[in-house]
């Protein structure tokens, strides 16, 4: 299998695939955002750094998802996420801002879950979870601009 690089490439790998469009599905998946985001908070109030790492991704990743829901689209591949997000951001649906920071945090949780560096500071989770924030707001006012 080749690597990954475009939107292309995720479709024709399947790791991107054209699926019924569900609305419930896409506000379930800003649920989930949210109870994942709600879980990072409590993981960083009890020092569990790498818990909130990881609750934080997941937080965002279900706030990127509920997009792909709604538009029709299933995922394989947390990259392949990132580059349909892109598309909004071609189409000035989207700020840039949003899908380098999902690009940034994905990243953390990999290093954090796979790799031996020592956790985020708390300092840094905070700054995540406040990001974190927004992003899923700003997926939440995506999915409501479509829908009307």
């Given at each position: ?6 939107l ?13 469009p ?13 109870d ?7 993981a ?8 909130a ?8 990743f ?7 829901f709604r ?23 989207l700020?840039?801002?949003w ?8 990243s ?5 879950q ?5 956790p985020?500071?708390?300092?840094e ?23 009307s």
């Amino acid at each position: 299998m080749k690597a990954l690089r475009t939107l292309e490439d995720c479709f024709a790998e399947g790791k991107l695939q054209t699926v019924s469009p569900s609305e419930e599905k896409a506000w379930e998946s800003l649920r989930a955002a949210r109870d994942n985001l709600h879980e990072a908070v409590e993981a960083g109030k009890a020092g569990l750094l790498r818990a909130a790492t990881n609750s934080t991704y997941v937080a965002i990743f279900h706030g990127a998802r509920a997009i792909l829901f709604r538009d029709g689209i299933r995922e394989k591949s947390h990259f392949c996420i990132e580059q349909y997000l892109q598309t909004y951001v071609t189409s000035g649906a989207l700020e840039l801002r949003w899908v380098v920071l999902y690009g940034n945090i994905r990243s953390k949780r990999d290093v954090n879950q796979y790799g031996f560096e020592p956790p985020a500071t708390k300092e840094e989770v905070e700054a995540s979870l406040h990001l974190a924030t927004q992003f899923i707001d700003r997926m939440e006012q995506l999915l409501t601009k479509k829908s009307s």
